[in-house]
């Protein structure tokens, strides 16, 4: 909370770590003006965290812009707008089955938490190279869910890949 | 217009040598600026500039104000109310994300204050892209009335730049003129009491290495130096701290075959003076690195050891800054003998390693034309003081 705004985490855009402390990048959206902006934190920094209920759902479909989302227990449907869930978004596909977290503030759905590790499958990339299993040395690749992340070199189209929802980093291929 | 700045001391004397050479270099910058250091370890600062009081918790010097991070519960108390009674807290510069003390905290969010405090966290150096990344991005505080803002120091354009401060810029010219680089080598080897009267013609003559490193066995780099110096003489300048009794130990175990002097712990104008008064330098930490890099001149730095040996990826975003500079051959020896230097997961005095820095030191012009290029690119990026305040001029 920063001062009456209540700003929610959309993203961590990378870290970096010193002696002293870390800084991370994140993409944060105003649940009060719904816009949202790129920051710079410093891990000193404190604030009043808001307290927000969090409900288990499995999305049930995607309509456009709209994921409408279906509460395992009360089977109430809610929905979200693509911009809420920001980059998450692209993580996901209509046949997904895995649960995930809506977050409510005030008894209205603003944001979602996924499974820290999902996996995906590419649908295209660059073609692999052999023997280069070091992972220091990364290409794009779009996942079938259509959106982007970088992957280690010897990934390959229709490779299974695992990784952390985070920050959209790999963690390991799928076996 | 009046700034805070705010230092805790981290370890060693890194962070508080960065604070007070940007303290001196804001001054420099910008007439009638009021400076106000709060400042965790008085004792570690005095040691750098010897006009800290120890015994003051707030003080006057060189027209700035010092103040001891912890507010004393006596008489000094009514003193920081007192200088902030009149001038409260508008624009703060918090050095490497050090947070604040809690007496300043309170003034800072203090509810019944509405003015727009502007603060900017100050990062550490470092080479590596994310600096040019995170450079004059907005942060956070808790309040919409203490705005923040990242800056990054850096190597490359779109960073803050490094300080230039005047000591500093007025040293290196003073040494970068051959004629009067020997003259001037005389007065600070007389000044320091490095030799006796009779033999400051000598030592000021010779090829100086100044070694400032971490804990490690010196041997490979004292049989470079003697091998070096079976043609040329050379005078070693060990400094005070963690590197000297390895250096010295390894000078021993050698025979002794070149002259060695230690050094006292230096003041900071002192440090830089012998730093860039030296042919070649063994730096550790960024402030001393970015000094050694300034100068134009052969060095190798060692970068402080972390964990799965992450000062690597350090060491090889500075060599990647630096390769540009350089023809490429006469850049494989620099690159070798840095990450050589720096492939180590920790410090000891048993700790060896496969640094040869012989080719660095045999008078080579390609390659010192590649040291000072690099040090022409650093200098085109302009102060990071006069970067500082036309950011905070843009933002307040």
Redo the contacts between chains.
Sequence with gaps: ???K?V?VVQRML?N?G????M?T?LRVKNLLTGGT????????????EVSMDMHKMKLSYIDGETFVFLDQESFEQYELSKEDLGDNAGYITPDDDFDVEITFYEGKPVGIVLPIAIDRTITYCEPGIKGDTSGKSTKPATLDSGYTVQVPLFCEIGTKIKFDTRDGSFIERVK | MTIDVLCKV??NYG?IGVVHRLARALAESERGLKLRLIVDDLVAYSLLEPAVDTARTIQDMHGWKILSWACPDDGSRAAFRQEYATDPPRIVIEC????RPDWFEAMLFDPADSAVKTMV?L??L?A?P?AV??HR?????????VR?H?FMPGFETGTGGLILDRAFMDSRSRYSDAASRKAERRRLVGRLDLATPAGAVEFAGRFWVLVFGYERDYGRIVGDVAEFGRGTPVQVLVASGKSGPCFMEAWDRAGKPFPATRLPFLPQTDWDEVLVASDFTIVRGEDSMSRAALSGRPFLWQA?PQEGKQQLVKVRALLDGMRRCFEPASFGPVETAFTAFNDRLEDGPEVRGDEGILPLLVPDTVMAAGFSSFSDVLLGNGNLAGNLMTFLREIV
Excluded: H, I, Q, W
């Design positions: 909370m920063v001062g705004d700003l990378g970096k010193g002696r002293g402390g800084v990048k902006s790129d920051l710079g934190l410093d891990s000193g920094e404190k604030f009043e | 981290v370890d962070d490497f994300a050090c947070g966290n990062e550490y470092s590596e994310y990344e995170f991005m907005p942060s956070l505080t808790r309040s919409p009335l923040k990242l402080y």
